[in-house]
């Protein structure tokens, strides 16, 4: 059995080695040649898979260690009896903790306190839904926007896209990259939405690249339509366009789900279902070894800080992503080195936090957030 694999899914190489032979390769330069006698690639975000790259191959399934899987042109490998497997929810957490160090930032450049704005959250899935209670944690008003869930689900507490844009202040997007049909999300943020929102609106986008027209953007911006904007994630990524960088309240390269625990949940979960189908007996395979962060304890002062406060100090401990945005601004052209090379980010559980004075309210919130309260 022959598997090839991107030489960036952490935690893989020396897991697979007694089972199969295993060849690593740069995801963006995996080729046809390298899979003419492969059983299984497993992939990130950077390997295109459709016909081009599978015809002839032996490729029988393919695990992608992302949540997204627009880079695998599913219905192909389908028809061609490919089976293939992604990872939902695997950074599930950590573009919670993005988003959170994100709204303490905006919160910074625009003078204003949290509570005081109105999120709106497109997109409920694995990972708008935890933004949605931690949002509700820090006291914002949140509003929740998902019409493929409520058709199938028929859930209540949702309201309508055209109804999210007149309440909120704020909107986050966490939708996949649907092209066409009902459900479409390429260029969702087009100059039709911009012209609906609220003026000052903030838009954030860490979802994909292509759910924002980027045009609409920059003209939206600078006609004061909307106040600012996030992007982690860009079209024509590596090749992202400078002009609306430099017009971001921040510019990250798409890490938002780069925490070394949503890695590791991520190539566990692709471990898992190629195990499943090849019969291998790594089922129940974990990551081990996740590095611990270089100040696990957070000892806060509580005196004289508001809650809010209090829990931004233990965000940022965690997270400060103002340093992302700095890194990718110094040289644009690192977009995939920054990547690549992403140092090592652990989430909110990976942290105890150390109390002292009255802070009981922002413990109880912390502790809600995940972080371990003493």
């Known amino acids: 059995m022959k598997v090839v694999a991107d030489d960036k899914i952490p935690f893989l190489k020396g897991v697979l080695e007694p089972f199969a032979d295993i060849v690593y390769v740069n995801g963006s330069k995996i080729s046809s040649d390298h899979l003419r006698d492969a059983d299984a690639l ?54 919670r903790q993005y988003i959170t160090s994100t709204l303490f930032n905006l919160a910074a ?27 509700e944690l820090m006291g914002m008003r949140v509003y929740l926007c998902d019409p493929p869930k409520v058709r199938e689900t028929g859930a209540c507490g949702f309201i309508s896209l055209k109804g999210i844009l007149r309440e909120c202040d704020i909107l986050t997007f966490h939708v996949p990259l649907n092209r066409d049909g009902e459900d479409k999300t390429w260029h969702m943020v087009d100059a ?11 838009i954030i986008n860490s979802s994909r690249g292509e759910v924002a027209d980027g045009t609409a953007l920059k003209a939206a911006l600078k006609s ?21 960088m430099a017009l971001c309240d921040q510019a990250t390269p798409h890490i938002a789900g780069y925490s070394v625990d949503g890695k590791a949940t991520g190539t566990a979960m692709i471990i898992h279902e190629l195990s499943r189908y090849f019969n291998l007996p790594l089922e129940k395979w974990e990551a081990t070894g996740l590095p611990e962060p270089d100040e696990p304890v957070i000892h806060i002062d509580c005196t004289g800080l508001q809650t809010h406060e209090i829990i931004r100090k233990a965000v940022w401990h965690t997270y400060d992503v103002k340093a992302d945005d700095t890194r990718l601004r110094s040289d644009p052209a690192l977009f995939e080195k920054l990547r690549g090379d992403y140092p090592p980010r652990r989430e909110f559980g990976a942290f105890t936090v150390k109390l002292s004075g009255p802070g009981s309210a922002a413990g109880m919130i912390l502790r809600k957030m995940g972080f371990i309260v003493i």
Not at 224 to 244: A, H, R
């Open 42 to 95: 497993l992939i990130r975000t950077r390997t295109i898979c459709n016909e081009a790259l599978l015809k002839g191959s032996g490729v029988k399934f393919i695990g992608t260690a992302t949540i997204g899987h627009d880079h695998i042109d599913t219905a192909w490998c389908e028809s061609n009896g490919i089976t293939w497997k992604n990872a939902p929810g695997c950074n599930a957490w950590s573009v």
């Open 109 to 135: 450049i625009h003078q204003f306190d949290l509570s005081d704005r109105v999120l709106g959250v497109v997109g409920v899935g694995n990972v708008g839904s935890k933004i949605v209670r931690t949002a």
């Open 224 to 244: 004061g339509k909307i106040s600012g904007f996030v992007l982690d994630v860009w079209e024509n990524e590596p090749d992202i366009d400078l002009e609306l």
């Open 192 to 202: 039709g939405l911009l012209s609906s929102v609220n003026p000052g609106t903030i």
